[in-house]
């Protein structure tokens, strides 16, 4: 059948791992994380678990998780929310994205995106009606093209898709790029659905700034967080939007027929998590970045040209130094299934497949599997 979403086939992050598995090969593909799990997050869902409770929360989250997102994003972006009118906690950012686009487009809206774009924001655009505009940035540095993002928006604009930290290319768009997209959504009275689930994955001693805590721009953003990032527990889908309350109500009455709801002992213990002290959230970003730096040294060894990564889990890296001259969907399979380590290609966050030469390392991953994934690639190479 010829329909929007049979078009789409399946995501890459599930075909890769598939593969992965199939070939026993170290899974640098999909982003979820290893050997980072704070015990103590997990200990408190435990808990809850046994003792309840266990049936349907509200609708809008846990009083007592959007209150913990409220003083969150006060402690670290001295925003100040009504986290009862404000926050909403869904099953993941997969679904706060779904009902941030199902809640607020109209059929012929016009939706200005950033390539190369996350998988899931396409497919359900187009499906809620959506015309699509895209905007390219390229490697080597993702620089914005401020005259083409300038001409993509116009009166027909409902909003744009600013992810910061970027998945794939681990961009931090700065103060000044975020100005120049604030001062678009108010010429031309448009929105930003703001996915930051990387917003604590920020190296190099550089912060995130949300486009929400700019001038202006605080009844124009719903702000996305993932608890999966935060806490390097991807499986548990705890995520949330917080926006004004005139916004999240047209996105609260598409979640209400989405999932309704999220598991409240996850909630419990995310909860908790957001509390944890400012040691915490440095200790994480010590940690990823000292394995983002051991796995690009080693595939600079390995004779990658790596490009740099100011944010995420991942690394984007040039796979023409070592001589292969096919596209990158099929170096990845070939470096899956002949040298045992998965990896993702980035065409596959384009629509037009000509950055073709580059493949998505994970370095969230134990420092024996990133040194394993090296030493079977160079003994490949
Ligand atoms: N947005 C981006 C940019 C992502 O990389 C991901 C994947 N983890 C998500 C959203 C989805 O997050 P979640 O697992 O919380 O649904
Ligand atoms: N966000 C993860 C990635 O980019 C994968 C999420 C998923 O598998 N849907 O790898």
Redesign the pocket.
């Known amino acids: 059948a010829n329909s929007i979403l049979s078009s789409f086939g399946t995501t890459i992050f599930e075909t890769m791992s598939r593969l992965a598995q199939a070939h026993g090969a170290v899974n640098l593909g999909q ?1 979820f994380p290893e050997g980072l799990e704070p015990a103590e997050v997990v200990a408190k869902a435990a808990e809850a678990l046994t003792s309840g409770p266990n049936q349907y929360p509200s609708m809008m989250g846990t009083p007592e998780l959007r209150a913990a997102i409220g003083a969150h994003d006060k402690r670290f972006y001295g925003l100040d929310l009504d986290p009862m009118a404000e926050v909403m906690v869904t099953s ?4 706060a ?1 779904a009902s941030c686009l199902f809640g607020l487009i109209e059929p012929g809206d016009e939706v200005v995106l950033i390539e190369p774009l ?1 998988d ?1 924001y396409l497919p359900i655009i187009l499906r809620a009606g959506g015309i699509p505009k895209l905007v390219r940035v390229a490697p080597p540095h993702w620089d914005l093209p401020r005259d083409q993002l300038a001409a993509a928006f116009s009166d027909k604009t409902k909003l744009i898709v600013l ?1 910061s930290p ?2 794939p290319a681990g961009k931090v768009w700065d103060a000044d790029e975020l100005a120049f997209l604030a001062g678009l959504l108010e010429k031309h009275d448009s929105y930003a659905v703001c ?1 930051e ?2 917003e604590h994955l920020v190296y190099d001693d550089r912060r995130h700034v949300p486009l929400m805590s700019l001038p202006g721009m605080r009844e124009r953003c719903l702000k996305i967080g ?4 935060i806490f390097s527990l ?1 499986g548990w ?1 705890v ?1 949330w939007v917080i926006a004004a309350p005139a916004l999240l109500q047209p996105v609260a009455k598409a979640h209400q027929y989405l999932t309704f709801t999220t598991p409240p002992n996850l909630q419990a213990a995310v909860a908790f998590g957001l509390g944890l002290p400012d040691a915490y959230y440095q200790g994480l970003v010590t940690l990823l970045q000292a394995r983002r730096d051991l796995l690009a040294a080693g595939l600079e060894r390995v004779g990658f040209q790596v490009l740099n990564t100011g944010g995420s889990y991942f690394i984007s890296a040039d796979f023409r130094p070592l001589e292969f001259s096919g596209s990158d969907e099929e170096f990845c399979r070939l470096i899956t299934e002949k040298a045992g380590v998965a990896a993702i290609p980035v065409s596959a966050f384009y629509q037009t497949k000509d950055v073709d030469h580059f493949a998505r390392f994970c370095f969230a991953k134990t420092d024996s599997a990133i040194l394993e994934a090296i030493s079977r690639l160079e003994r490949y190479f």
Request: proline share 0%.
């Open positions: 982003g993941g950012a997969t679904e994205l996350y899931s992810n970027t998945n996915d689930v990387y993932s608890a999966g990032k991807t889908k995520g």
